[in-house]
């Protein structure tokens, strides 16, 4: 309900959506009664006005009142179950714009290397090859060489040395690229002398030998080779994503490609037994005009709202390119670290045209990935040219990452009715090294979240997990602040690109759900819609700025249904955006707690020097606190710690948890 609007308002809005929902009620005689009703909240409705609620009511799966606290009491009968919220900020159930849900889950049954340094992920090799049948394929995903103290592409003989007998396949975090080694590249009989194909690269050393990095298009003879998880594993994996995705407050998630065998083996089977409650957008994987998928564009209408409003097949993705890091991305001039290179188009003009064309002529919505500057240009002129040809009312045609282009094809786009689909996590961490790639001048036209919304359009917001880390609060964080976790730069990167919170907010609510042709039934919390919401620890809109990252789900609700709660029975610390890990439980006391000691120096990467006392040191800082142990267990105060340290501490006791800030 609208700021301003009154309490009979309220209600009568609410009888009218009522008897267009549920018509037998309009005989009744009774009051309409809630199955639950939620109260005493701060709760952020997210509709065109921003206005606020502190109760919701729902029956069934939808709302039937959102309004203020007199106005809820009529809906509350005896067998309504009212949870009071306790002034805790509700938002809408949040829409994951673009991710791959079952990459998330599937990189759960692999090696972890997630940003972790170059030796970590080798000797997680190591182990996994020393346990390993010789010829068993280890994979991993995650790495990033720009995180590393050496940022060079690394090598196959580092793998070679720490897995001789096994086939090593380690994916960097972006998708782009994959790591491997001498026997691998055995295995799927390439030599130096291979060429490249259309659309990737062989990396090679100095010397012309291959490095063992490979790109894009490059990497299918080597990952066509490792045995693909079973049905079962697929679905152990899309369900250990749902779990993600929920204690997070995420509702709805978009899958930036699809097979035809994962829609009918994998998702339908777990919807129709009731497992699965994600709500889930699925784009189809176009790669080739004799692909099943592409029969399936010819054979099926795009479809959606199956299984009461959790499944949607409308729409296409395609590649038009790589990544900027994997410098695979489709570039208008050379990189500016690479002379001579403008990347990888996946597809000729003529190919990509006729891809777009099959899934636009047949009514599907195109949600097509493109990083570079050549990219976005080569896939705008294919959407100009099927649109032109065969004029479509509203086909919502979207670009995902829109990440690097002209200022002339940004206002093209906007033009157009592009949506432009981005990641906000993905600048602050491609900052640091897309001035490298790209230049100073370029860089104008790229992240550009200000530009494409003050020139009127609307972003649609995700993390491309697992790309990225899946969490929604890193990405809203990374919208309003553009810095890292870390908080750096101090004044942002390119701070004059920023969102408001109220957009960034938008963009994964009210926007991602326009972006699915979905904004009648989620995104806001109105009456009619789907009772999707999130409960928060702590007010996303007035909170530290720099607590946004570390902001934690408490409950999410689906349709009416609760399907995560928190649980906060032992105190959580959370550090640069994600909680400290303890091998022994923190402990509270009145006033104070107390965490691991050890545990927590190696988590944060001090020095500590222990005795009676401790003294701990962080970068140059250093602090000497009493040491308390228990069962054994070194502890310290968890605020005296960080405050010595120069931090700001923050307790939030919806959550139990402590945000760690940034240097005072």
């Known amino acids: 309900m609208r700021k301003g609007f009154g309490r009979l308002t309220a209600m009568l809005l609410a009888l009218v959506m009522l008897v267009s929902l549920f018509p037998t009620l309009a005989l009744a005689a009774e009051p309409v009664v809630a199955d639950s009703v939620y109260r005493n909240g701060n709760i952020y409705t997210v509709d065109e006005a921003f206005s606020t609620a502190t109760a919701l009511a729902i029956k069934g799966d939808r709302l039937i009142y959102v309004g203020d606290e007199a106005g809820v009491d009529a809906f509350i009968g005896p067998n309504t179950k009212v949870t009071d919220l306790g002034g805790k900020t509700v938002i809408p159930g949040l829409i994951e714009s673009h991710m791959h849900i079952n990459g998330l889950g599937e990189s759960l049954l692999i090696i972890d290397a997630f940003w972790k340094p170059k030796d970590v992920i080798l000797e997680a090799v190591k182990a996994e090859a020393e346990k390993a049948e010789p010829g068993a394929w280890i994979q991993g995903r995650g790495w990033m060489n720009t995180v590393w103290e050496n940022t060079d592409y690394p090598t196959k003989e580092e793998l070679d040395a720490v897995a001789p007998n096994n086939p090593v396949y380690l994916t960097r975090a972006d998708g782009h690229m994959c790591w491997v080694n001498s026997k691998a590249f055995e295995l799927a009989g390439i030599t130096k002398d291979t060429p490249d194909p259309q659309g990737g690269e062989y990396l090679k050393t100095e010397d012309g030998e291959l490095l063992g990095c490979v790109t894009d298009t490059a990497m299918y003879p080597i990952s066509g080779l490792i045995p693909g998880f079973s049905i079962e594993q697929k679905r152990e994996a899309l369900l250990l994503a749902q779990e993600q995705l929920f204690s997070y407050g995420l509702t709805s998630a978009m899958n930036a490609g699809t097979s035809v065998e994962y829609l009918n083996e994998v998702y339908k089977p777990l919807y129709e037994n009731g497992s699965l409650k994600l709500r889930s957008y699925l784009l189809i994987s176009l790669s080739s005009l004799e692909s099943p998928e592409a029969e399936y564009l010819r054979t099926t209408k795009p479809e959606g709202g199956f299984y009461d409003n959790h499944m949607d097949v409308r729409s296409v993705k395609l590649f038009s390119d790589g990544s900027l890091g994997a410098?695979?991305?489709?570039?208008?001039?050379?990189?500016?670290?690479?002379?001579?290179?403008?990347?990888?188009?996946?597809?000729?003009?003529?190919?990509?045209?006729?891809?777009?064309?099959?899934?636009?002529?047949?009514?599907?919505?195109?949600?097509?990935?493109?990083?570079?500057?050549?990219?976005?240009?080569?896939?705008?002129?294919?959407?100009?040219?099927?649109?032109?040809?065969?004029?479509?009312?509203?086909?919502?045609?979207?670009?995902?990452?829109?990440?690097?282009?002209?200022?002339?094809?940004?206002?093209?786009?906007?033009?157009?009715?592009?949506?432009?689909?981005?990641?906000?996590?993905?600048?602050?961490?491609?900052?640091?090294?897309?001035?490298?790639?790209?230049?100073?001048?370029?860089?104008?036209?790229?992240?550009?979240?200000?530009?494409?919304?003050?020139?009127?359009?609307?972003?649609?917001?995700?993390?491309?997990?697992?790309?990225?880390?899946?969490?929604?609060?890193?990405?809203?964080?990374?919208?309003?602040?553009?810095?890292?976790?870390?908080?750096?730069?101090?004044?942002?990167?390119?701070?004059?690109?920023?969102?408001?919170?109220?957009?960034?907010?938008?963009?994964?609510?009210?926007?991602?759900?326009?972006?699915?042709?979905?904004?009648?039934?989620?995104?806001?919390?109105?009456?009619?819609?789907?009772?999707?919401?999130?409960?928060?620890?702590?007010?996303?809109?007035?909170?530290?700025?720099?607590?946004?990252?570390?902001?934690q789900a408490l409950l999410t609700v689906s349709g009416g249904e609760v399907v995560y709660t928190r649980d906060t029975s032992a105190p959580a610390v959370i550090w640069n955006g994600l909680p400290l890990t303890f091998n022994s439980k923190p402990i509270t006391e009145p006033g104070s707690i107390y965490v691991p000691l050890n545990d927590t120096v190696n988590g944060i990467g001090a020095a500590v020097v222990a005795g009676k006392e401790a003294t701990v040191t962080l970068n140059d800082k250093s602090v000497t606190l009493p040491v308390k142990t228990v069962d054994g267990v070194d502890y310290v105060a968890v605020r005296a710690l960080f405050e010595g340290l120069g931090r700001n501490v923050t307790w939030y006791a919806g959550s139990n948890s402590v945000s760690i800030g940034w240097l005072k």
């Open 327 to 551: 410098r695979s991305a489709a570039m208008l001039e050379d990189y500016s670290d690479r002379a001579g290179h403008t990347g990888n188009n996946r597809f000729t003009d003529e190919q990509m045209y006729e891809l777009v064309k099959l899934a636009y002529d047949n009514g599907y919505q195109m949600g097509s990935h493109a990083i570079g500057d050549a990219a976005n240009h080569q896939l705008l002129d294919c959407y100009e040219k099927v649109m032109a040809e065969n004029p479509r009312e509203d086909p919502r045609l979207r670009i995902e990452h829109f990440q690097i282009l002209t200022l002339d094809d940004i206002q093209r786009a906007i033009d157009m009715g592009v949506l432009p689909s981005m990641q906000t996590t993905h600048a602050t961490s491609d900052m640091l090294m897309a001035e490298d790639r790209i230049g100073t001048e370029r860089i104008k036209g790229a992240y550009a979240w200000r530009t494409i919304i003050d020139k009127g359009s609307i972003i649609l917001n995700g993390t491309d997990a697992p790309v990225e880390l899946v969490n929604p609060y890193h990405s809203l964080y990374a919208a309003v602040t553009r810095k890292s976790r870390l908080g750096e730069p101090p004044e942002g990167w390119h701070p004059d690109q920023c969102m408001t919170r109220e957009e960034a907010l938008r963009s994964y609510t009210s926007w991602g759900a326009y972006g699915e042709f979905n904004e009648d039934i989620k995104g806001t919390l109105e009456v009619g819609k789907l009772a999707d919401f999130v409960v928060l620890d702590r007010d996303y809109m007035t909170c530290p700025e720099e607590d946004i990252k570390d902001i």
